[in-house]
């Protein structure tokens, strides 16, 4: 495989991080970063601004990635509805940026999109499904799409649910789960909110593979398999010896939540598992990874990877 340079940007987040780990050993990765700094092992850190055009251009040229990916965002979606006009800027204008550079240096790119792109009435939702998006978020992340598609039609865009571990100012959904469980702490997890999770790691792997086939348009890449919130959390705890009893059904028809969100955000990854040639993973392949991560040190390298200004 020839060695390339990789920029992410988002390079604080948790995609980014995990990004980086997956990817230090083949290639030279560059961590895009805004408000805070990092520092991570087989990677650089470089300030980046996205909001404006020109002097991104500029300063992606004097870095000269081979590849682009672009992960940075608000995470969260309460945010996205009490901010909607931020939350458009931040999702589509600063992709739209990206994508433009990325098409003016003859880059690859690879954005990051949702699974929160439909009304969550039926499974396994493929490419080709209507968008039918229940809140800003799932609205803004679909306009992302058109934009990047828009002003660089060889890109990769990339439908996911990822989990992986984070850092001090950002946890993921396993996190919250085996920090909580660690703690004696009861989590109530849905179990009428279904999912297709992938490991940051695996996603990275494959969502860049997929690049060097030559792959463009949007790709679902997700887990192999169809797992409600309840259930990955149960799974999660027998994976590191937590007690599964401390995770109790709980369902968001019953919730009190702000924002609507989808039921069902399962996705077909049927198009990009033709085009690698294998599976993506199950649940029980992701979890087996995420406590040998543990094990081999990446929650404490990652959590101490991340500070402010």
Sequence with gaps: MQRKKVLITGGTGLLALNWACAMR?????????HTRRVSLEGATAAPLALDDALALRRELERIAPDVIVHTAGITSVEQCERQPELARHVY?????????????????????????????????SAE???????????????????????????????????????????????????YNLRDGKAVTMFE??????????????????????GASGVY?????????????????????????RLVRRGTIAASRMSVKRPPDMSLDSAKARSLLGAPLGTVADFLFILERQDREGRRRELLAAVRES
């Design 128 to 178: 080709d499904a209507p968008p039918e998006p229940v809140n800003v978020y799932g609205r803004v992340k679909l306009l992302a799409e058109e934009a990047v598609l828009d002003a660089c039609p060889g890109a990769l865009v990339v439908r996911t649910n990822f989990f992986g571990w984070g850092h001090r100012y950002r946890q993921s959904f396993s996190d919250w789960i085996y």
């Design 25 to 33: 050993g083949a290639h030279d990765v560059v961590l895009a970063t």
């Design 92 to 124: 589509v204008d600063l992709a739209q940026n990206v994508a433009g550079a990325a098409r003016h240096l003859g880059a690859g790119l690879i954005h990051i999109s949702t699974d929160h792109l439909f009304s969550g009435t039926r499974a396994l």
């Design 192 to 213: 009428d909110v279904i999912i297709t999770p992938i490991l940051a790691d695996r996603l990275a792997a494959c969502a860049q593979r997929l690049l060097e086939l």
């Design 220 to 244: 679902n890449v997700a887990g192999d398999e169809r797992v409600s919130k309840y259930d990955f959390g149960v799974r999660l705890a027998a994976a590191f010896g937590l007690p599964e």
